[in-house]
């Protein structure tokens, strides 16, 4: 095999380079008030963690939330939350042991401890290396040795359980490992973790079939967390099998990433562009949910699908899961998330009888709070808002690449030459941006600018361009020049995943009725970890009526509007201020809840007859709303 790695079409930028302006900005920094920026002091699972040399779980809680919160405390050049990241990395490299085991797990536990927090750790400890470059020597030498170690230790115990089923997530230390040294050793310990770990390609291809249904069982090859993060794994391990000119980009492909997300999709899809999984594919009703660790982490594997391969779909997807589904499953002040969201929620709150209709999680998984149903999401939750905006632009040697035209600001250099790419503009609750390019001296580059396939026209400079693709303005860039952008968008009406149901889509963002909430604060201590406000949690129940369907002559009569000024002081997905609606008519019908269950919507509804006239009501982005009615059918 090759002793090389294949080079991505693009490289992620360090947080260094990153400025996110306007609401990406926003949502950035109610991120750091919220949740994500305090489990360290309120969550004892982080907090109290053995990887700290406290008593509370030391597997993967503390590397998740350190995947979020590095980036997000560097995005932000906020210099408490980087001293407590710098806190708890230290720890954890002073923990590392002389034969180079890193994990917090007592000698004689190790053949029984899940690799997978190894797996994870290592990529933890790269994250932290690009955003603190001073101490990226002392990380390569950690991750040296903890990855010698882990050969020792794998060809003694292979991979088992999560780790088998994760096994390529440990690729990304390892390369960035390779690229440092180009060491030989490396590539034998990517081929080792490829042997050892689990075929998606054989799973998709031969295994399928006993999974196109769903079932109430739970089962490692349905989990929706290993299936999202799963939709890279081929093409990551492109870069280490395929044999040619490290240069040559063109020699992986993402086909086996594609043919595993349609598939996916086609028997567990969702509206909102992301498959069913609470907490293993579940199917296409509309009140099935899927874990908020699976969106983060589908979004993940987009980020590298699109740095890998330059190709807009997998950015199309990115946008899809980061404007709809990662903020309709945390609250507005991200203080509180769900597990499991559903397309059609029309409340978040256990039944009486503690049954529960996801397929393998407990009755509260759709509530909101500070560890609904399982602490994993909590943990996990971070990485999602900072990822994306570090994946906003991306370069190579010869471009910078706007990969979403989201508000952030590239401070690079290319040809030794610094630059500063601005993208300035609302998307995606806009329809234009402009690009102001500044360089510190003239400098021949192209600045690429991926089109959104979602459009239905585009024009760069106010020439026509073709949406799904990636234009190339090249010149020599000469004191401040601008590129302005536009995007014609329409509305749809569009296959819901079930049966005949409906929804609508504009651009990105798929759109809901949103339903009237009263939230109930929930404040309790269970199994010593405490609920207090404002990390309590939060049954929602529903105020306003929720039976309707679309109306035969929805599109005729839509209207699409643009509302007031977006802020930067508030976040942006919120349904009392949304920042754009569409209004349609919309009749009321008897909907009915799913049998058994007083605050669950039937999968369908109970009568289409018409119980009055049509009511025009706005429809606010799906990310917007609390509760929401998403899939619906169409009568008249």
């Excluded at 994760?166 to 490992?177: K, N, T, V």
């Excluded at 086909?255 to 909102?272: D, I, N, P, R, V």
């Excluded at 754009?580 to 009915?592: A, E, M, R």
């Excluded at 799906?622 to 998403?630: E, I, V």
Aim: hydrophobic content about 40%; glycine content about 8%; some cysteine.
């Amino acid at each position: 095999m090759s002793k090389t790695i294949i080079k991505n079409k693009y490289e992620f930028l360090t947080p260094a380079e990153v400025q996110p302006k306007g609401w990406l900005y926003t949502q950035l920094k109610t991120e750091a008030e919220g949740l994500a920026g305090n489990l360290d002091r309120i969550w004892p699972d982080v907090r109290d963690s053995r990887w700290i040399g406290g008593t509370c779980e030391g597997w993967e809680r503390v590397p998740y939330w350190l995947d979020g919160f590095i980036p997000l405390a560097y995005l932000l050049r906020d210099e408490d939350m980087i001293a407590r990241a710098k806190k708890y990395i230290h720890a954890i490299l002073a923990g590392q042991r002389k034969d180079g085991w890193i994990c917090p797990c007592d000698d004689e536990n190790r053949a029984g401890y899940d690799m997978w927090a190894l797996l994870l750790i290592t990529k933890v400890l790269v994250v932290y290396a690009d955003a603190e470059p001073a101490e990226a020597e002392t990380v390569e030498r950690a991750v040296s040795r903890a990855l010698r170690q882990a050969m020792t230790h794998l060809g003694e115990h292979p991979l088992f359980d999560w780790g088998r089923y994760r096994w390529f997530e440990g690729l990304i230390a390892a390369y960035w490992l390779y690229e440092r040294t180009h060491e030989d050793w490396i590539l034998d310990y990517c081929d080792l973790l490829h042997a050892q770990g689990k075929d998606y390609n054989k799973l998709i291809d031969e295994e399928f079939e006993a999974y196109k249904l769903p079932e109430r069982k739970w089962q490692w090859d349905t989990h929706v967390v290993n299936l999202s993060m799963a939709l890279k794994a081929d093409t990551l391990w492109q870069k280490r099998a395929v044999i040619g000119n490290a240069d040559d980009v063109g020699t992986v492909n993402s086909l086996a990433s594609k043919h595993l997300y349609e598939t996916l999709m086609q028997y567990h899809g969702m509206a909102t562009g992301h498959f069913t999984g609470d907490e293993c594919l579940a199917g296409r009703a509309p009140i099935q949910g899927t874990e908020l660790c699976g969106v983060v982490e589908a979004m993940y594997s987009d980020e590298w699908l699109l740095a890998i391969t330059g190709d807009t779909y997998w950015g199309d997807l990115l946008e899809r899961l980061a404007f709809n589904a990662l903020p309709a499953t945390i609250s507005r002040d991200m203080w509180s998330h769900q597990y499991d969201q559903q397309i059609n929620q029309i409340a978040c709150a256990p039944e009486g009888n503690g049954f529960s209709v996801f397929g393998t999680n407990g009755a509260e998984a759709n509530t909101f709070g500070l560890e609904p149903n399982y602490g994993c999401c909590t943990a996990n939750m971070p990485q999602g808002w900072p990822k994306f905006a570090l994946s906003a632009f991306m370069k190579n040697d010869d471009a910078v690449f706007s990969a979403s035209p989201v508000p952030t600001v590239a401070c690079v250099t290319i040809h030794s030459i610094p630059v500063r790419v601005a993208c300035e503009g609302g998307y995606p609750f806009r329809d234009s941006v402009v690009y102001r390019v500044t360089p510190a001296a003239p400098v021949e580059f192209s600045l690429d600018i991926r089109i959104p396939g979602f459009a239905v026209s585009a024009t760069v400079d106010g020439e026509a361009v073709t949406p799904g693709s990636v234009v190339s303005v090249r010149r020599v860039w000469d004191g401040e020049q601008t590129v302005s952008v536009s995007f014609g968008f329409a509305v749809t009406l569009d296959d819901a995943g079930y049966e005949d149901l409906k929804c609508i889509n504009r651009g990105p963002l798929l759109y809901s009725l949103p339903i009237g909430t009263q939230w109930i604060k929930k404040e309790y201590v269970r199994n010593g970890v405490e609920r207090k406000a404002p990390y309590c949690d939060w049954l929602l129940y529903p105020t306003t009526r929720w039976g309707y369907a679309f109306d035969g002559a929805v599109l005729d009569k839509a209207s699409f509007r643009m509302n007031g000024v977006l802020s930067s002081d508030t976040p942006v997905f919120c349904a009392e201020r949304p920042p754009v609606t569409i209004s349609v008519p919309l009749v009321p019908i008897d909907w009915g809840c799913e049998p058994g269950f007083a605050f669950v919507a039937a999968k369908l509804p109970a009568s289409r007859e018409p119980l009055g006239a049509p009511e025009v009501l706005d429809l606010i982005p799906y990310g917007c709303t609390d509760l929401r009615m998403t899939a619906l059918p169409v009568i008249g």
